[in-house]
C-alpha cells in the first residue's frame, strides 16, 4: 500500500493533508460548515474535562486581578504599562494577603498553562478565569518580571487566537464566548485556550496529546511530570527539558496518529525554557537552579513517594508560587526566549510536520512558502530575527498563510488588534519583521 506522502503544503489545504484536522473544535474558519461540526463536537464533549461551552463552568463572581497597593508594589505594572522596578522580589510579598493563594473553586476555569493558573490562584488575574489584556500583562510582569514585548507577545497572541480581540477578555482555559465576548460580536466561538492547535498543542509538558484523551487537552496529567521529572534527574535545565522534549515528540509521533507539530511549535520550547528562565527561586541575579522544589508547586505537583512505585506525583488541587520565592532580577525578553529557542532546537532538530495516521508521519513541506526561520521542514539555521519575526507571524496570521490555506488567515479584527499592539514595540521594528499595516489589510 502505497503511503500518502504529503510535499508542498504549500500546494494543499492543511486539512487535505490531515483531514482529522476538521474535526478539531474551531479550527474550521468556514463558520456554516463549523455550525454543523459544533454539533458533533458537543456529542463527543459530554464528559468531564471537556472545553465546550456546555459543559463550561460559569462563576457568576467575576472578582478581578487583587490591585496592586503602595505596601506591595511588585514590579510596579499596571494598566498594562511596563514595569518599573527591578525584580528579585519576593512573590506574593510577605504579608499580602491579597494575593494569598486560594484553590479553585468548581466554578473557576483552569486551563493547560501552570503560568496562568498559578496568576488566578493568587489574585495575580480574574480568580474566576476569565482575565484580559492588561490583567495578563501586569501579573506576567509582577510575578515573575516577564519582559513587556513577551508579556504582550503571549497575551496578543492568547487573545488573537483564542479570546476577544474588542474586549481583550480570554479564558484561561475552557469555552466562555458569552463572557468574553462583545455584545453582538460577529467573531463566533472564543473557545478559550484549552483550544487545541491554536495555542495549545501535542507533546506538551504535562497534558495528554488531544488524541489521546480527546477532548481534555488540559488538565495536569501526573504520569507525564512523573516522566519529566526521571529524565531531568529534576534537573530542569535547558539541556535536561531538550532531552525530555524529544521524548514527548518521539512518543507522540510513534502513537497519535493525528500528530501535529508546526511552525508553532515554537511556543511550547518558550514554554519549556520557562522552567528554568522564570520558575528557579532567584536568590539574586537571573540564573537559579530549576528544582523540584519550584518547579513543583507551580505545576501543582506534589510527590506522593519517594521511591519508584507510580504514581510518584499526583495535583494538588491547584498551581501557586513555592514558599518564599523570589522573581528574577531582570526581564527576560522575547529576544531572550529566541535565542533560547535557537539553542534547544538545535540540540534536536525535529521535522515539522504531521501524522496521517499512526507512525505515518509527513513532514510539511515549507520551502520558499515565507514562514519566517523555516525551510526544509525545519527551523534549522533561524536567526534571533527570524524567530522573532516568526512570533510575529503567528500573532497577526495564526500560523503563517502560505502553509494553510484552508485553515483561514485570522478574521480583520483580530490582525487589527495584533498589529495595533506588537507593531510599536522595538522587538519587531529592530528585527525588521513585515509588519501588518493597523487599518486592516
Ligand atoms: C498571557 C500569557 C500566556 C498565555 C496566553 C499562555 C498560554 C499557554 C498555553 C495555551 C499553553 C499550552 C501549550 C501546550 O500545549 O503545551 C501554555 C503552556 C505553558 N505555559 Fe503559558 N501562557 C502564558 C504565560 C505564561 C507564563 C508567564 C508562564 C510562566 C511563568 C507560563 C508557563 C507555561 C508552561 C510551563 C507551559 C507548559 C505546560 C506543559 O507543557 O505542560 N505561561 N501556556
Ligand atoms: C497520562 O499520560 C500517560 C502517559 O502518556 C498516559 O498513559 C495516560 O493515559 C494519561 N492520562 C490521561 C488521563 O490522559
Ligand atoms: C527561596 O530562597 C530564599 C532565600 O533567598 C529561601 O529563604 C526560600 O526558602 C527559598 N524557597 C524555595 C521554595 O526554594
Keep these: 500500500m502505497l503511503k500518502p506522502i504529503i510535499v508542498g503544503l504549500s500546494a494543499l489545504s492543511l486539512t487535505t493533508a490531515f483531514p482529522w484536522m476538521a474535526?478539531?473544535?474551531?479550527?474550521?474558519p468556514n463558520m456554516a460548515k463549523r455550525m454543523a461540526d459544533e454539533r458533533d463536537i458537543l456529542k463527543r464533549q459530554t464528559k468531564p474535562g471537556c472545553y465546550a461551552q456546555s459543559c463550561c463552568p460559569n462563576n457568576?463572581?467575576?472578582p478581578g486581578a487583587a490591585p496592586l497597593t503602595a505596601q506591595f508594589p511588585y514590579l510596579g505594572a499596571k494598566n498594562g504599562l511596563p514595569a518599573t522596578r527591578l525584580g528579585n522580589i519576593e512573590v506574593p510579598a510577605d504579608g499580602d494577603t491579597a494575593h494569598d493563594f486560594q484553590a479553585p473553586g468548581a466554578l473557576d476555569i483552569r486551563g493547560p498553562c501552570p503560568g496562568l493558573n498559578t496568576m488566578a490562584n493568587h489574585h495575580f488575574i480574574s480568580h474566576d478565569g476569565i482575565t484580559n489584556l492588561n490583567e495578563m500583562l501586569d501579573a506576567?510582569?509582577?510575578?515573575?518580571n516577564v519582559g513587556?514585548?513577551?508579556?504582550?507577545?503571549?497575551?496578543?497572541i492568547g487573545i488573537g487566537l483564542s479570546g476577544d480581540p474588542v474586549t481583550t477578555k480570554m479564558s484561561i482555559g475552557c469555552d466562555a464566548t458569552p463572557r468574553t465576548a462583545a455584545t453582538g460580536s460577529l467573531l463566533g466561538q472564543e473557545l478559550g485556550i484549552d483550544a487545541h492547535n491554536k495555542f495549545e498543542a501535542d507533546t506538551s509538558l504535562s497534558r495528554s496529546?488531544?488524541?489521546?484523551?480527546?477532548?481534555?487537552?488540559?488538565?495536569?496529567?501526573?504520569?507525564?511530570?512523573?516522566?519529566m521529572d526521571k529524565t531531568t534527574g529534576a534537573n530542569f535545565n535547558l539541556v535536561n527539558m531538550v532531552k525530555f522534549m524529544?521524548?514527548?515528540?518521539?512518543?507522540?509521533?510513534?502513537?497519535?496518529?493525528?500528530?501535529y507539530f508546526g511552525p508553532k511549535a515554537v511556543l511550547l520550547y518558550g514554554a519549556a525554557s520557562f522552567l528554568f528562565r522564570l520558575f528557579p527561586n532567584f536568590t539574586s541575579g537571573d540564573t537559579a537552579p530549576a528544582n523540584l522544589q519550584n518547579i513543583g508547586p507551580f505545576f501543582g505537583a506534589v510527590q506522593t513517594n519517594t521511591g519508584t512505585t507510580a504514581p510518584k506525583f499526583k495535583f494538588s488541587g491547584g498551581e501557586r508560587f513555592p514558599e518564599e520565592w523570589h522573581n528574577r532580577q531582570h526581564p527576560l525578553t522575547l529576544?531572550?526566549?529566541?535565542?533560547?529557542?535557537?539553542?534547544?532546537?538545535?540540540?534536536?532538530?525535529v521535522l515539522l510536520g504531521g501524522n496521517v495516521g499512526t507512525n505515518n508521519f509527513g513532514a510539511l513541506g515549507t520551502t520558499g512558502t515565507g514562514v519566517s526561520g523555516v525551510t526544509n521542514s525545519k527551523f534549522t539555521g533561524a536567526t534571533q530575527k527570524q524567530i522573532i519575526c516568526l512570533i510575529y507571524q503567528i500573532a497577526t496570521e495564526n500560523v503563517p498563510s502560505s502553509i494553510q490555506t484552508s485553515l483561514g488567515s485570522l478574521p480583520a479584527a483580530v490582525v487589527q488588534f495584533a498589529a495595533s499592539k506588537?507593531?510599536?514595540l522595538s522587538v519587531f521594528i529592530n528585527a525588521g519583521c513585515p509588519l501588518k499595516p493597523v487599518g486592516g489589510t
Design 23 to 28: 474535526d478539531v473544535p474551531g479550527l474550521n
Design 60 to 62: 457568576p463572581v467575576h
Design 140 to 144: 506576567q510582569q509582577n510575578g515573575w
Design 148 to 156: 513587556y514585548d513577551l508579556a504582550m507577545a503571549l497575551a496578543v
Design 209 to 227: 496529546d488531544y488524541f489521546f484523551n480527546a477532548p481534555d487537552d488540559f488538565t495536569f496529567n501526573a504520569t507525564l511530570f512523573a516522566q
Design 246 to 259: 524529544g521524548q514527548r515528540y518521539d512518543d507522540s509521533k510513534a502513537r497519535n496518529p493525528n500528530f
Design 335 to 349: 529576544a531572550n526566549v529566541a535565542d533560547d529557542f535557537i539553542t534547544m532546537y538545535g540540540m534536536n532538530p
Design 422 to 424: 506588537l507593531n510599536p
